[in-house]
T-cell receptor
Framework: GAVVSQHPSRVICKSGTSVKIECRSLDFQATTMFWYRQFPKQSLMLMATSNEGSKATYEQGVEKDKFLINHASLTLSTLTVTSAHPEDSSFYIC????????????FGSGTRLTVV | DAKTTQPPSMDCAEGRAANLPCNHSTISGNEYVYWYRQIHSQGPQYIIHGLKNNETNEMASLIITEDRKSSTLILPHATLRDTAVYYCTSNDYKLSFGAGTTVTVRA
């Protein structure tokens, strides 16, 4: 089945620094990937849609200059949290869709970001 | 905005069937209904999807009403490892999630 690898699984960074999260489709090509954020006891909130070779589409209220998305290849999308603050601490999850419908959307295992 | 509504929580006895309802009265005719589950601190896991017909796989069964306004996910023999948040959603291009149903399987 389709596999999406997300790295790192956990990261702690200092306020004001930037953190990059990688999302890779391991055995399929994904022209579109999605980035979500999840706060404790809440549902997944879609942040942006990452399109290979073009600019990402951000959801309303998500700062594109703060959450930089790059989708340079058909198997890799990255999310960079710039100038991180404690309120950016959250669980970040990516997903991608294989061409066939069979497995639907495959999600990465998530990245726990803690900003101190 | 999510197009689906689900009960916030449900308890189920181990070994019994768990029936999880979902209302999706506003999805369009070509949108599939997808079910995912999320175990604590993990990414969501695909369970099953369907368009019109009932579907069954090794994990669950999906019953979709004829008018497609609602569906039921059936876990035939719930185990403790099925304790998770279950999300019903549709595949309009951006896969959005509602609050889901927190299912607790009790021994």
């Amino acid at each position: 089945g389709a596999v999406v690898s997300q790295h790192p699984s956990r990261v702690i960074c200092k306020s004001g620094t930037s953190v990059k999260i990688e999302c890779r489709s391991l055995d399929f090509q994904a022209t579109t990937m999605f980035w979500y954020r999840q706060f404790p006891k809440q549902s997944l909130m879609l942040m942006a849609t990452s399109n290979e070779g073009s600019k990402a589409t951000y959801e309303q209220g998500v700062e594109k200059d703060k959450f930089l998305i790059n989708h340079a290849s058909l198997t890799l999308s990255t999310l960079t949290v710039t100038s991180a603050h404690p309120e950016d601490s959250s669980f970040y999850i990516c997903s991608a869709k294989e061409g066939q419908h069979h497995y639907g959307y495959t999600f990465g295992s998530g990245t726990r970001l803690t900003v101190v | 905005d999510a197009k689906t509504t689900q009960p916030p929580s449900m308890d189920c006895a181990e070994g019994r069937a768990a029936n999880l309802p979902c209302n999706h009265s506003t999805i369009s005719g070509n949108e599939y209904v997808y079910w995912y589950r999320q175990i604590h601190s993990q990414g969501p896991q695909y369970i099953i999807h369907g368009l019109k017909n009932n579907e069954t796989n090794e994990m669950a069964s999906l019953i979709i009403t004829e008018d497609r306004k609602s569906s039921t996910l059936i876990l035939p023999h719930a185990t403790l490892r099925d304790t998770a948040v279950y999300y019903c959603t549709s595949n309009d291009y951006k896969l959005s999630f509602g609050a889901g149903t927190t299912v607790t399987v009790r021994a």
